[in-house]
């Protein structure tokens, strides 16, 4: 079951904030702004324990209405890059570093606009209850945003980052660029390079996770 989104509120009152709130459920956060205007929170996905967490940026208009995080072009891309990688979803929590999507009305589109770094500060609350919670062998931060939110450095550089482990909190962290970076690539070349870019980072991470390979507990 789908939620309509809520309309723009370009003259509502500010909305209700709390940044030193300690909720129990993502429907009842106030710890920034962005609950106000998304039709609903959306929380990581997958098994717990999973050997692999993945944090993208945010929930986007189809992951807002369906309350499940990857679920839109980008997903698709990133479940190819997965199968690519050998690695399958049984292995894999999926989430974002901020919980509700931010946007911005255009036309009838509601388009994504890029969370403030105060916003990636106070859903930090979420993120590091599910990465306690999941417990992974390793992280893989699909963008800047993800990256960031990780290591709690605004100043961090996805490139710095690509091809190595980054270790914060006792956590294996690699960095990779975010799927829907390679959806917005402006020519097919880079496209592909991005993709392929997504795919061996996450068969490094597989590596490391020491994750079997698809099926071979199939019998």
Not at 101 to 122: I, L, S
Request: glycine letters at 6%; hydrophobic letters at 35%; proline letters at 10%.
């Amino acid at each position: 079951m789908t939620t309509e989104p809520r309309p723009a509120r370009r003259s509502a009152p500010a909305p209700e904030t709390d940044p030193d709130q300690q909720p129990n459920t993502l429907d009842e956060c106030r710890r920034c702004p962005l609950w106000h205007d998304a039709t609903q929170g959306v929380p990581g996905a997958g098994p717990t324990h999973a050997p692999i967490m993945m944090v993208g940026e945010q929930p986007g208009d189809s992951e807002d209405r369906a309350g499940e995080p990857f679920v839109g072009p980008a997903g698709r891309l990133l479940d190819d890059a997965l199968g690519e990688a050998g690695v399958t979803r049984r292995a894999v929590f999926v989430t974002n570093a901020v919980k509700h999507f931010k946007w911005e009305p255009r036309g009838k589109r509601r388009m994504h606009k890029t969370p403030a770094q105060r916003e990636v500060d106070a859903c930090h609350y979420w993120l590091e209850r599910e990465l306690t919670q999941i417990a992974p062998s390793v992280v893989v931060a699909l963008g800047a945003t993800a990256l960031k939110a990780l290591l709690e450095d605004s100043h961090a550089r996805l490139q710095e980052h690509f091809g190595k482990i980054t270790r914060h909190n006792g956590r294996a962290i690699l960095a990779t660029w975010h799927p829907s970076y390679a959806l917005r690539a402006p020519d097919p070349d880079t496209r592909q390079r991005v993709y392929r870019d997504i795919v061996r980072t996450l068969a490094h991470a597989k590596r490391i996770a020491h994750v079997d390979p698809p099926d071979s507990d199939d019998g």
